[in-house]
């Protein structure tokens, strides 16, 4: 069971938008950054948000993220094919550990 | 562009050790630390270990505590990951990922290797 918790499946038609959330506790997601990954199919994960809600270059700004108390969420819009993914949430616990989220698997219909 | 290339797939008989290579390029490897996370079959995403790039010092996770022992050659720019006493739950895919030189907490993982598969089966 994962110290973080995200919805195992999400998903949207081409062009909508979705949201991915990921609960935590005050000990992560309440008082550190929160990172997302997505892992494209048989591929490593890529870094897709950084520091609550900054992209790396080459992201596209169809993905954005928040984060309010201990929770945090992303948000797709205008959903491609290509977002066919699992998206993970991640953050550093004061248990001094990084903790991930189960992961969500993003289906487009 | 900075890039991780892990060594190949192993398969280990219980109670063994593995050791998976990363090897950094395009960057300058003291400048930042490594990741090692890991993924069994079907399975979300678990945190191992930090290792400073630039001094080898390490944060390890609980899980691994004990069992683990990650190492650095700056003169290739190399880090390493030993697992010991493995049992069939170690089987999964081995990732390093570029992170922080100075602390195990500041840093996401930027760029990830390509991952290693290491099966343990008697």
């Known amino acids: 069971q994962s110290v973080l918790t995200q919805p195992p499946s999400a998903s949207g038609a081409p062009g909508q938008r979705v949201t991915i959330s990921c609960s935590g506790s005050?000990?992560?997601?309440?008082?550190?950054?929160v990172n997302w990954y997505q892992q494209l199919p048989g591929t490593a994960p890529k870094l897709l948000i950084y520091?609550?809600?900054l992209r790396p270059s080459g992201v596209p700004d169809r993905f954005s993220a928040s984060k309010s108390g201990a929770s945090a969420s992303l948000a797709i819009s205008g959903l491609q094919s290509e977002d066919e993914a699992d998206y993970y949430c991640a953050v550093w616990d004061n248990s001094l550990n990084w903790v991930f989220g189960g992961g969500t698997r993003l289906t487009v219909l | 562009q900075a890039q991780l290339v892990q060594s190949g797939g192993e398969v280990k008989k219980p109670g063994a050790s593995m050791r998976v290579s990363c090897k950094a390029s395009g960057y300058v490897f003291p400048n930042f630390g490594v990741y090692w996370v890991r993924q069994a079959p079907g399975q979300g995403l678990e945190w191992l270990g930090w290792i400073s790039g630039n001094n080898g010092k390490t944060k390890y996770a609980q899980i691994v505590q004990g069992r683990v022992t990650m190492t650095i050659d700056k003169s290739t720019a190399t880090a390493y990951m030993e697992l010991r006493s493995l049992t069939s739950d170690d089987t999964a895919k081995y990732y390093c990922?570029?992170?922080?030189?100075?602390?195990?907490?500041?840093?996401?993982?930027?760029?990830w290797g390509q991952g290693t598969m290491v099966i343990v089966s008697s």
């Open positions: 005050s000990s992560n997601i309440g008082r550190n950054l």
């Open positions: 990922a570029r992170g922080a030189a100075g602390a195990a907490s500041t840093m996401a993982f930027d760029i």
């Open positions: 520091s609550d809600n």
